[in-house]
């Protein structure tokens, strides 16, 4: 179930006109209510004793099915390759892989008889549920995110948005040449933040509590609430420039938390894509060694 290669084109394409999703008048979604639905009640009307069960004869179908649909859907990555149009285009494929995607909680489900245990055959299920999850969330945030990141751009490019932060930067400098020495250091620490600073998990909070420039606003505001004449206004000239810098930094990690958002499932989706795979391999010939 691997969705590495789908392009964000494709996936923006799920709130545009005939986006993926709608793809064909939602045929993928058709074909996906059916498969659950005649699953659902051959489920129901099959007498199976002593309980349903993954090793009854419906429940090797339903898994036969799933393992199927499971090594169908990693081609995604590799159909991406090949962009074509028609009947099997990149589209088409990518609508069939969320649906068919999504059925496999039923059809994976009823595999099991909702028979659960500490084993290879549950782990197989709950990374199942975890590729099908962190998909789910995948198909969201690009059918959302994409326009936050353009609003937050405001019409400015990436290069744009750094060139302003080294702009006052520069004017910083100038500025901060009337000070004390001491209140130069304190501009100085603004001077070193460095704007891409922190991992992952830093641009997934938005939050930087070591943020120089914050720092050095802060203690120059105070220092500006007890200082007169030039001395004051070179102080009120900095925090102004800091201030603008401040918000200037807060937009470009504002950027940088969306994008983190937009790509952080696929450190999920795709290693554990593989793990499910490993775990189906041990499932199935498991099941087949004791039968």
Same mark, same amino acid.
């Given at each position: 179930m691997a969705s590495r290669g789908i392009s964000r084109t494709e996936l923006k394409d799920g709130v545009s006109h005939e986006g993926f999703l709608r793809h064909k008048r939602f045929r993928w979604l058709k074909i996906t209510l059916g498969l659950s639905l005649l699953s659902l009640l051959v489920y129901a009307f099959t007498d199976v004793q002593p309980r349903h069960n993954g090793g009854s004869w419906l429940g090797y179908t339903l898994g036969t099915i799933g393992a199927l649909l499971i090594l169908w859907l990693t081609l995604l990555g590799l159909r991406k390759r090949a962009m074509t149009s028609g009947r099997w285009s990149l589209k088409a494929w990518t609508s069939a892989h969320v649906y068919l995607g999504l059925s496999l909680i039923v059809v994976a489900t009823l595999h099991t008889g909702f028979q659960f245990g500490w084993n290879v055959h549950t782990l197989a299920y709950a990374l199942m549920m975890l590729v099908i999850a962190s998909g789910v969330y995948g198909i969201s945030v690009y059918a959302t995110l994409?326009?936050?990141? @353009?609003?937050?751009? =405001?019409?400015?490019?990436?290069? +744009?948005?750094?060139?302003?932060? %080294?702009?006052?930067? /520069?004017?910083? +400098?100038?500025? %901060?040449?009337? $000070?004390? !020495?001491?209140?130069?250091?304190? !501009? @100085?620490? #603004? $001077?070193?933040?460095?704007?891409?600073?922190?991992?992952?998990?830093?641009?997934? #909070?938005?939050?930087?509590?070591?943020?120089?420039?914050? /720092?050095?606003?802060?203690?120059?505001?105070?220092?500006?609430?007890? #200082? @007169?004449? /030039?001395? =004051?206004?070179? $102080?009120?000239?900095?925090?102004?420039?800091?201030?603008?810098?401040?918000?200037?930094?807060?937009?470009?990690?504002? +950027?940088?938390?969306?994008? %983190?958002?937009?790509?952080? &499932?696929?450190?999920?989706?795709?290693?554990?894509?593989?793990?499910?795979? =490993?775990?189906?391999? %041990?499932?199935?010939? @498991?099941?087949?060694?004791? &039968?």
């Open positions: 994409p326009q936050e990141l @353009s609003d937050n751009r =405001a019409e400015m490019t990436k290069p +744009q948005m750094i060139d302003a932060v %080294a702009k006052l930067d /520069r004017q910083l +400098q100038v500025a %901060a040449q009337p $000070l004390t !020495v001491g209140d130069t250091e304190i !501009v @100085s620490l #603004s $001077l070193d933040d460095n704007v891409f600073g922190g991992g992952l998990i830093r641009r997934l #909070s938005g939050r930087y509590p070591r943020c120089g420039t914050a /720092r050095a606003l802060r203690e120059l505001q105070q220092r500006l609430a007890v #200082s @007169s004449g /030039r001395e =004051a206004e070179a $102080l009120e000239t900095v925090t102004n420039l800091l201030e603008r810098k401040l918000a200037a930094l807060d937009r470009i990690r504002r +950027q940088l938390k969306l994008r %983190a958002m937009l790509e952080v &499932w696929l450190y999920i989706h795709v290693p554990v894509t593989f793990a499910l795979i =490993a775990a189906l391999t %041990a499932h199935i010939i @498991s099941v087949f060694f004791y &039968w």
